[in-house]
């Protein structure tokens, strides 16, 4: 009986560790919406896609991390979105446009004591038809982790939110990209 007890176990923890985990919801970050404040004009936001299939989830030890909104680069033009609207520079058609390709978009949480997350994306900012910025840029965090899963796949998932908000604000303080949405 106690055989079957421990197999019984060991199947759904294997079944636990391979399940599905929801990327938690963006927030804007204060430091963000304030640089788009000082943008010389506003944004739009042209199309966000990810360089290969694999980048749309994130691995965390056997476990697949989705966006809510079907994909990474869904969840990405989203959270530039709200930090735009949120320093009231989303623009319109004729304003400069924003797209995205991620590149890197990973969570590793080790065996140790300390976890590590990339996310990379190259930008580009078309004005009138012509490319004014095109640059790859990329965020890099540690958060704690544990061997003990249960400690490691949570502190990882909340890494992501502080991981992009890093991207994002690597973005809006490169001195390239203000320049080419001044119009």
Do not use: H, W
């Amino acid at each position: 009986m106690q055989i079957k007890s421990a197999l019984v176990a060991g199947v759904l923890a294997l079944g636990l560790s391979a399940c599905s985990l929801m990327a938690p919801n963006y927030t804007p970050a204060f430091q963000n919406v304030e640089k788009v404040k000082a943008l010389p004009s506003n944004v739009t936001l042209g199309n966000f896609s990810a360089q290969k299939p694999e980048l749309e989830e994130v691995g965390i030890r056997g476990s697949a991390m989705k966006a809510g909104q079907g994909s990474f680069s869904s969840y990405l033009k989203d959270a530039v979105a709200a930090e735009l609207k949120l320093g009231n520079k989303l623009g319109t058609t004729g304003d400069a446009e924003l797209s995205a390709v991620i590149l890197v978009n990973e969570l590793n949480t080790g065996v140790g004591g300390t976890g590590d997350g990339t996310l990379s994306a190259r930008f580009t900012v078309l004005r009138d038809k012509v490319t004014a910025y095109d640059k790859s840029l990329t965020a890099k965090t540690e958060f704690p982790s544990s061997f003990v899963g249960a400690i490691a796949i949570p502190n990882a998932v909340n890494a992501f939110v502080p991981l992009v908000q890093k991207l994002i604000e690597t973005l809006f303080s490169d001195a390239d990209f203000v320049k080419a949405v001044k119009k």
